[in-house]
């Protein structure tokens, strides 16, 4: 849908009803006016946003910089002091600001040291471990649009659906 461009479908289920044409026309000059009025107030906003976002981002970008810069470093020191900083058995401890430690990610699998995952996929092949193998296999929808013909797409359980809407316009050319 393009900027401008309002597109519905009717319902029956609707419930104001337009009595005659000049109503119609009524109508169809309030949608414009009522995007133009549109326009203006989401270029407000996004001025706004753009304003708040140019003011905050740097001293935003500046922080999470510093924060990563330090957690490093807390690390660093932190790592081989280990045995010193936690109770036996623990991963973490805290400060009066903090909480602080060591936690495990989420499981996942990775190429052992000289493996790479296409040797990974022949061995699963060549020691019938397909089970373990994901194939994906979806219709090229574009292609056969393009280079099968309607009448023999209904062979091929398909067809070809285009749907009808109404839309409204604004004018942008001026009546000088």
Do not use: N
Request: hydrophobic share 35%; aromatic share 6%.
């Amino acid at each position: 849908m393009t900027k401008g461009k309002i597109r519905t479908t009717t319902k029956a289920t609707d419930q104001q009803v337009i009595k005659d044409q000049d109503e119609f026309c009524r109508t169809l000059d309030d949608i414009a006016r009522k995007g133009v009025e549109l326009d203006t107030l989401q270029a407000a906003k996004e001025t706004a946003m753009q304003q708040v976002l140019t003011e905050h981002d740097p001293k935003i970008s500046e922080l999470a910089r510093e924060i990563a810069r330090l957690t490093k470093m807390a690390e660093q020191w932190a790592s081989p002091r280990r045995d010193e900083l936690f109770a036996r058995g623990r991963k973490s401890s805290t400060t009066a600001l903090t909480t602080y430690g060591y936690r495990l990610g989420q499981p996942s699998l990775k190429p052992a040291p000289g493996w790479t995952w296409d040797k990974v996929v022949a061995l699963l092949k060549s020691t019938r471990r397909r089970a373990y193998l994901v194939t994906k296999v979806t219709p090229d929808k574009e292609a056969i649009r393009l280079h099968v013909k309607p009448h023999k797409l209904a062979k091929l359980g398909m067809q070809i659906k285009q749907e009808e809407t109404f839309y409204v316009e604004r004018s942008t050319r001026s009546d000088d």
